[in-house]
Structures are given as C-alpha cells and as structure tokens.
C-alpha cells in the first residue's frame, strides 16, 4: 500500500470547516484513499473512501486531486465532538481489514 | 456503537505468561482482524480471519495467534508475553470476501498491560 504523509496537529475553531490534508504522492491506479478517525479510548471509525472521483456522506467530503496524489477530509461544521486523531489510508482493492495506518493528525476543535 | 465487542477492557499479565483476547463480531460479518497499537502510535495490523481460516499476516512472531469460530467470534492468543506487548489490542469485522473493499468496524480495544 501507497505511504501517506499528514500534518502531526492541526486546530479548528467551533462550527467552521476543518480541511485535513493528506499528501499520498505514490498512490498507483487501483488504490483507494481511505479516512478514519480514532477519538481518545475509542476505536477507530470509518469516515468515507474514494477512489478519484469527489466522495461526500453525512460525515465529511473526500476530495482528491485530478492527480490522484493528495487529498483532502472535509468536516464542514466542526464541533467539539470532532476532536480525534484522522488517518489517511491508502489500500488497493482486496485487502479486506487490512488497513496501514501511519500516525496521523491530531485535530482539535476549540471553542 | 459498532456492534463488535471486546473483552475483558483492561488486563495486567506478567511476563512470560500467556494471554487470551476475545472479540465479538457484529451480526452478520465474517471478516475479522486484529490490531496492535501502542501508546502514541497507528494501529498495526497483526492477521485477519476469514470464514476461520486466517487470511494475511502483517509483521507479528508466531506466538500471536488467532481462532475464528463458527459463530464468527474471534481470539487473539499471545504466548511468551514481553513488556513491549502492552498495547491496545483492537478488533475489527467485515462483511463480505477479503477480495472486495469494505468497511471496517472496530471494537473499543483491550488494554494489556504486561509487567
């Protein structure tokens, strides 16, 4: 699976969008781009997945780039509740749970 | 809530010792994995079972080892336990064939901590 590359931190404050990034330069044409976040003492949770085309669900919206190489989370109204660690995955098809994880970004939503 | 329950929440085991993890999937799935993660860190995946037979392995030693049962519950057995074993311990369930993509819904984690 493709290496992914995210920011260690980010804040957003109350009710804006948070814009995740995720930088996924060697993703190769049959791998999806894949969010999860882990909120603290949880487990992870699936958000959404894409492949090239803009993906939107009642969590968030995927954007990926004509080139495939990023990506970016869209949470449009952030709350507090929305504080959590965000991973990017990239995955081909056919990998079941099996899912690479790297580190992260820690989002904190603030009043 | 996900459906897919762990137990017990939290264990302390001694070095050297063996352990037993146990995950209930969601009605329906037949596709379970197993992660570790440490403090600070991603999850890593450890196997996946699918239809009790174990269907992929990441970078673990043989005394991590896994049941799939009928009822498609899982275990995740760890012998020779090591300091470095304390970790969450997640559990993860599917439906549908390892071939397909799907979502993944995870358990809330067993916390072992080795002494």
């Known amino acids: 699976d493709a290496k992914t590359t995210q920011p260690t931190s980010m804040d957003c404050a109350e009710g804006r969008a948070a814009n995740l990034p995720c930088n996924h330069s060697?993703?190769?044409?049959?791998?999806?781009v894949y969010w999860y976040r882990q909120i603290h003492s949880q487990g992870p949770q699936y958000i959404i997945h894409?492949?090239?085309n803009n993906e939107t669900n009642e969590m968030a919206s995927l954007i990926i780039t004509e080139d495939r190489k990023s990506s970016t989370l869209i949470l449009p109204h952030a709350t507090l509740r929305d504080t959590a660690v965000y991973y990017c995955?990239?995955?081909?098809?056919?990998?079941?749970?099996?899912?690479?994880f790297g580190t992260g970004t820690q989002l904190k939503v603030e009043l | 809530e996900t459906g897919v329950t762990q137990s017990p929440t939290h264990l302390i085991k001694t070095r050297g010792q063996q352990v037993t993890l146990r995950c209930s999937s969601q009605?329906?799935?037949?596709?379970v994995s197993w992660y570790q993660q440490a403090l600070g860190q991603g999850p890593q995946f450890i196997f996946q079972?699918?239809?009790?037979?174990?269907?992929g392995r990441g970078n673990f030693p043989p005394r991590f080892s896994g049941l799939q049962f009928p009822n498609y519950s899982s275990e995740l057995n760890v012998n020779a336990l090591e300091l470095d074993d304390s970790a969450l311990y997640l559990c993860?369930?599917?439906?549908?064939?390892?071939?397909?993509?799907?979502?993944?819904?995870f358990g809330q984690g067993t916390r072992l901590t080795v002494v």
């Open positions: 993860a369930s599917s439906w549908g064939h390892p071939g397909e993509n799907t979502e993944a819904f």
């Open positions: 060697t993703i190769s044409g049959n791998e999806y």
């Open positions: 894409g492949l090239k």
């Open positions: 995955i990239v995955r081909v098809k056919g990998g079941g749970n099996k899912l690479t």
């Open positions: 009605s329906g799935h037949n596709t």
């Open positions: 079972y699918y239809r009790e037979e174990e269907n």
